[in-house]
């Protein structure tokens, strides 16, 4: 049996500048490309969503490219291991022996289990298993304090970020370069089966582009970049570079972005570099990703109500600005990132609901959610992560209206009936609102 290399796609959709892909065809195997739509989290979603059809159509694109190399994508629907071992068995039948499974590093628990399961079976079956970090440009074990600690704190972390940055040796930005001419498996068409989404459970719509219009932009655009810092906060503009999307599922690399971050952004950069602490966070914290980060506020007392947690999903808590945000949630899977805050926040205080439960909303909502960012997010507003604002601290809902959506303009695009007598009135009183998140949180935290 010839030896080859199996190359597994997953937060990484995308042929170009992708570090594991590069290594597997520099490996000296010829490589087939593989992908594996995941039932243990597809089962999970609605039948119109559209991430999965939005992945569904990035593969598309990728095995085009396979093929014109006279390679093959092999897509399964199943379980990761179990479709893997199918997948070498299926290569056996036809006279491929898979010796070598290259992929990119996920940093989440869930991800990292699965992985380190994979890497067992590699094992047994006497089958490499190479893992890259190709998902963020500084990672994770890279940037420790001098103790070989982690950080928990941002601006330490970030400083870090730069320092590590200017001392690898090779720039951290260097393109991976990709040749699959030459390099790929001349599978035959057996392999070539790629599951339909009606025969995974979605409907086809789910891959109409307009169902993630709002990352239609494939590069930022450089007049966005050039007055970021100003335009950032108001979220009647388009005066943030929407990339996450495709920062989520890699359909462009990180390294490229943080090129023309540094270039035309310093404030987009330390965005960047949030996203990298907070994946530095999951991966050093993974405990974080379902428990508060710091642990006594798991002892603050939620209130369950559901009527109000209907409303705050529905957009219909008299709150202007959080309304809005939830219907711009709900309506296009985007929201701004000013109104996230406010909506967490309105969310953890003055509904005083499990941040938990919001976290999983956006989770469903968000298309550019990614487990790191919401929980770290959901963890600031709520006070219980890592850099968080002091308990103390609750933002007012109409101060934040008035300071960032001043003509009222984004509120009005979302929420036409407000000023109306159709327009609900608030769902709880600012002041007692958050009077009670004060009390109720300083009660929980005191040291017992
Ligand atoms: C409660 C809450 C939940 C969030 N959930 C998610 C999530 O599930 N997925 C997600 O990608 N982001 C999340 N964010 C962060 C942020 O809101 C989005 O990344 C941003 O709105 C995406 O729009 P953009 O690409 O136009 O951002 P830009 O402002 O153009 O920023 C560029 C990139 O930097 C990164 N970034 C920016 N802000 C943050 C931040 N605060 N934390 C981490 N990375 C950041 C993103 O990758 C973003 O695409 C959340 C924030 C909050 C407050």
Request: proline share 6%; aromatic share 12%; glycine share 6%.
């Amino acid at each position: 049996m010839k030896p080859i290399a199996l190359f597994w796609h997953r937060r990484d959709l995308r042929v170009h500048d992708n570090i594991g892909l590069s290594a597997a065809l520099n490996s000296g195997l010829p490589v087939a490309g593989f992908f594996c739509f995941d039932r243990n989290i597809l089962d999970h979603l609605p039948p119109r969503d559209h991430r999965v059809g939005f992945i569904h159509s990035e593969l598309k694109v990728i095995r085009d490219q396979y093929r014109d190399a006279q390679g093959q994508l092999i897509a399964k629907h199943g379980l990761a291991l179990d479709t893997l071992q199918q997948t070498v068995n299926q290569c056996a039948d036809s006279g491929w022996k898979v010796t070598a499974i290259y992929t990119n590093k996920d940093y989440a628990p869930g991800p990292v289990k699965r992985d380190a399961e994979v890497a067992q079976w590699c094992g047994e079956n006497q089958i490499e298993f190479h893992a890259y970090d190709d998902h963020v440009v500084c990672p994770p074990d890279a940037v420790l304090k001098d103790d070989g600690t982690p950080y928990t704190v941002f601006t330490p972390y970030s400083k870090k970020w730069h320092k590590t940055f200017d001392a690898f040796e090779a720039s951290p930005l260097k393109e991976a370069s990709v040749q699959l001419q030459g390099g790929m498996v001349p599978l035959d068409g057996s392999f070539s089966d790629f599951p339909a989404l009606s025969a995974m459970g979605f409907d086809e719509e789910s891959a109409s582009p307009e169902g993630w219009a709002a990352f239609e932009n494939r590069t930022p655009d450089p007049s966005t970049l050039a007055n970021y810092a100003e335009r950032r906060d108001i979220p009647s503009l388009v005066g943030t570079a929407r990339m996450s999307l495709h920062l989520r599922f890699g359909t462009l690399s990180v390294r490229e972005l943080t090129r023309v971050g540094i270039k035309h952004s310093d404030k987009w950069l330390t965005e960047l570099i949030w996203r990298e602490f907070y994946q530095a966070i999951i991966h050093h914290f993974p405990h974080s990703a379902s428990d508060a980060f710091r642990a006594k506020y798991d002892r603050i007392p939620w209130r369950h109500d559901d009527a109000h947690f209907q409303a705050w999903c529905e957009g219909r808590t008299g709150y202007p600005m959080v309304d809005a945000g939830m219907r711009e949630l709900n309506e296009t899977g985007f929201m701004h990132n000013r109104v996230r805050m406010v909506v967490a926040s309105f969310f953890c205080k003055h509904l005083l609901l499990d941040w938990r439960l919001g976290e999983r909303y956006f989770a469903e909502k968000l298309l550019d959610f990614e487990l790191a960012s919401n929980v770290g997010g959901w963890q600031w507003a709520s006070g219980s992560g890592c850099d968080a604002a002091p308990y103390f601290r609750v933002f007012n809902p109409e101060s934040q209206l008035k300071k960032f959506d001043p003509t009222g303009a984004y509120v009005r695009k979302w929420v036409p009936e407000w000023g109306t007598d159709a327009y609900p009135e608030p769902i709880v009183e600012h002041k007692m609102a958050r009077q009670r998140a004060i009390d109720t949180y300083k009660a929980a935290l005191a040291d017992a």
